[in-house]
């Protein structure tokens, strides 16, 4: 691979931008400046270094984020600021896209990527992948509240009821609530099916993997190799 693709690869900018970047002695390869756009360079150990921060290559990118509340996951936020403007506008370039969302006042775990196939397979219904929640209500949480929640509760415009997978009290207004599905506003339209409200919301996991405690909210990071492997088992199939 010649180094500009390379460049372009990872979201640096158009051949043309990235071609004068290294023509410039912009960019350092595995910590040496090149300023030839034709080297050729290796992907499997290749480490970019760009207005002083480093960037290993990654054919595919796999973040997590600790989405803060007041952030929109859209490119086109219309209220609230895009969570894409959190991260590095590399990242962004790239193409990164939400792998499902949260609403805007929602906090907790979320995933970006440009890898089509893995969104599809971690947001897909018919994957089934849970989702964890933790949820702060505005009334008590009653024993009949939790039983309407684990048997099924009726939606609008939804033809049968629906059930989650698993539900706890966690003290006298919250609640753990684990889903197989995302659909619209889901978990504060089953609760208020039962008579109660959500007042916060905010994600703790998706399938085996959870948010780490040391990521601060607003901060993001790289999915390594064991966080995509935990991901990969929460797909049903990994099991089947």
């Known amino acids: 691979m010649k180094l ?9 900018g158009t051949r043309k931008l990235c071609v004068a970047r290294v023509r410039a002695g912009e960019v350092a ?30 054919e595919k990118a796999y973040v997590l984020m600790h989405k803060p509340a007041g952030y929109e996951c859209s490119h086109h936020a219309s209220h609230h600021p895009s969570v894409f403007t959190l991260l590095p506008p590399p990242l962004v370039q790239r193409g990164v896209q939400c ?22 397979r971690m947001t897909s219904p018919k994957k089934g992948v849970a989702k964890v929640y ?6 008590p949480v009653s024993d009949a509240m939790l039983d309407a929640l684990r048997s099924g509760v009726q939606l609008n415009d939804e033809p ?3 059930a989650a997978l698993a539900c706890e ?8 609530l684990t889903l197989a599905e995302g659909k619209y506003h889901q978990v504060k339209r089953m609760v208020g099916a039962t008579g109660n409200r959500v007042e916060r919301l905010h994600r703790e996991a998706i399938g085996l993997f959870a948010l780490p405690a040391d990521l601060p909210p607003g901060s993001w990071r790289w999915l390594e190799t064991a966080d ?8 049903p199939s990994a099991t089947s």
């Open 4 to 12: 500009y693709h390379a460049l372009q690869s990872q979201g640096f």
């Open 169 to 176: 009290r966690l003290d006298e207004r919250s609640l753990r």
């Open 29 to 58: 390869v595995n910590g040496e400046v090149c300023e030839d756009p034709e080297t050729r360079v290796d992907p499997a150990r290749l480490e970019l270094t760009l207005d002083g921060v480093a960037w290993a290559y990654r």
């Open 228 to 235: 995509l492997k935990k991901l990969e088992q929460s797909w």
């Open 160 to 162: 049968a009821p629906i």
């Open 99 to 120: 792998v499902g969302r949260l609403d805007q006042d929602s906090t907790g775990l979320l995933l970006v990527s440009d890898d089509g196939q893995f969104i599809h």
């Open 134 to 139: 933790r949820a702060v209500c505005a009334e």
